[in-house]
């Protein structure tokens, strides 16, 4: 198998594999919440307790309670912030910057004016009003430090430092921690020179895949099925700079998750951040999660230095032996794989995350309802590429009201001048849904995507496909 990284100059790198002449499919172990096992010194400012209040809750127990602030304007950071509000143990949950649905759903109290890539700002906020714990939901504010900053200041942090988000900032350094610690991984070579790369990639031949080494909204990765197509993602990888420059632990694993990144149905057109998820994935069962956890995983974790916060693997399974090797790690909860889990969470996400920066993982274990849950995400006309902002949607209210246990969590949106909600991004809006199966939960997501009213909008309508016989996922047959 042939993993190839290019390095962009300056930064960041292309990885490549030709992963279809092995695999199958791609899955994901959904998020695993990582801390250290025992008191570490870094993270002694923990055990403080000056800035939590103490209350009795209806069950007549004394639980800690706590002000979260969530960083991040996303459809996660939306999930997040819904699974934080219905928490026991949490007083008030602030987002930051938040959104125009994150703020009408009254899940979060939004701060638009907050830079989050300024930490003295955002620790300053924190002191102000009493923040007991902070949660960083995307990966650019984690690579730039903030969570190390947080940690100075003795403010706890669900999220890993800066030296531990390369796991995902750079696709180099997580396969030289595959190499040390022998987890599973593809062969690969990294390359910052594009014809070394394409004499690399004529040799191994196609079907290849190529990645971007660093940050690129999840959508750093072409799968060529030819040379040409090979060739012309090093060029704009490398030539053009499309993707800019871009001790012992405890772990509990959280439930699984399929996402689908190809904009188009049938997975066909080019990579998004993600347009859909559904959750569990019955491909990972529970031997097989086993495996992950003890090949994958844990090596990892124990290989890692001062990380706290969540690890998500991007998995392919092997055709002839069945077995799990690594394709990425994300270094933050999937979006949109978060939605489908926050809604099946029924364990206090505040206390457990709190609990992680803390190091008392032990003995936790997580609670999710039974069933399944599916998430549609609705996109801008063209996206991936150029598309169009400001459109307005509209029915929203109404999606939510066509069945029980239906969430449209918020992307991207905000305010007109009307008051109409408007499209501000690509990925706009992830409606999801609950069922007593896959099949039910995904009936009612398209039921609520149908009562939308957005003419520049468009969605898939084949999520969950991989978990139906051919013969039953027509939802208009």
């Not at 007549?60 to 304007?73: A, D, H, K, P, Q």
């Not at 124990?302 to 693997?313: E, N, P, T």
Request: hydrophobic share 40%.
């Amino acid at each position: 198998m042939a993993f190839t990284t290019l390095r962009l100059p300056p930064y960041p790198k292309l990885v490549t594999n030709n992963r279809f002449r092995f695999f199958r499919f791609t899955i994901k172990i959904a998020s695993i919440i990582i801390a250290h096992d025992g008191p570490p010194t870094a993270f002694t400012c923990f055990s403080q307790t000056s800035e939590l209040s103490v209350s009795v809750d209806t069950y007549g127990s004394s639980t800690e309670r706590v002000v979260v602030l969530v960083i991040g304007g996303g459809g996660r950071e939306h999930a997040l912030s819904y699974a934080l509000q219905r928490s026991p143990s949490c007083d008030a949950v602030f987002c930051a910057p938040g959104n125009a649905g994150i703020s009408t759903s009254g899940n979060a109290t939004c701060i638009p004016d907050l830079d989050i890539f300024d930490s003295s700002a955002v620790i300053s906020f924190c002191r102000k009003w009493g923040v007991g714990l902070v949660v960083v939901g995307p990966e650019a504010p984690l690579v730039s430090g903030l969570a190390n900053d947080l940690v100075t200041a003795g403010i706890p942090t669900f999220g890993p430092s800066a030296e531990a988000a390369a796991l995902e900032g750079s696709k180099d350094f997580m396969k030289t921690i595959c190499h040390k610690y022998g987890i599973p991984t593809a062969k690969y070579q990294t390359f910052s020179d594009a014809s070394a790369a394409k004499q690399y990639i004529k040799e191994q031949g196609a079907p290849i895949v190529i990645k971007a080494d660093g940050l690129a909204a999840g959508k750093g990765v072409a799968v060529a099925t030819t040379l040409e197509e090979a060739y012309k993602a090093v060029d704009s990888m490398l030539v053009e700079g499309v993707f800019g420059s871009a001790g012992y632990r405890n772990a509990i694993p959280l439930e699984s998750a399929q996402d689908y990144k190809r904009v188009g149905d049938g997975d066909t057109g080019p990579n998004t951040g993600g347009m859909g998820a559904y959750s569990p994935a019955p491909v990972l069962t529970k031997e097989l999660q086993n495996v992950v956890m003890e090949s994958i995983i844990l090596p990892t974790v124990k290989g890692m230095m001062q990380i706290v916060g969540v690890l998500y693997a991007g998995l392919m399974i092997d055709k002839k032996s069945g077995l799990p090797k690594l394709i990425e790690y994300n270094v933050r909860f999937g979006d949109p794989e978060c939605q489908v889990l926050m809604v099946r969470l029924e364990s206090d996400l505040a206390k457990v995350l709190l609990a992680a920066c803390r190091g008392e993982l032990k003995g936790v274990s997580l609670k999710w309802s039974p069933g399944s849950a599916m998430v549609v995400v609705m996109a801008s006309k063209g996206y991936p590429d150029s598309y169009e902002k400001e459109t307005v949607i509209r029915n929203l209210e109404e999606a939510e009201c066509v069945a029980p246990a239906v969430k449209v969590f918020h992307a991207g949106t905000a305010f007109d001048s009307d008051g109409n909600f408007i499209a501000t991004g690509g990925r706009v809006l992830g409606i999801t849904a609950k069922g007593r199966d896959l099949e039910e939960a995904r009936d009612k997501a398209y039921l609520a995507v149908e009562e939308i009213n957005w003419p520049g909008g468009f969605y898939r309508q084949d999520i969950g496909w991989r978990a139906f016989p051919q013969k039953q996922f027509s939802r208009n047959a």
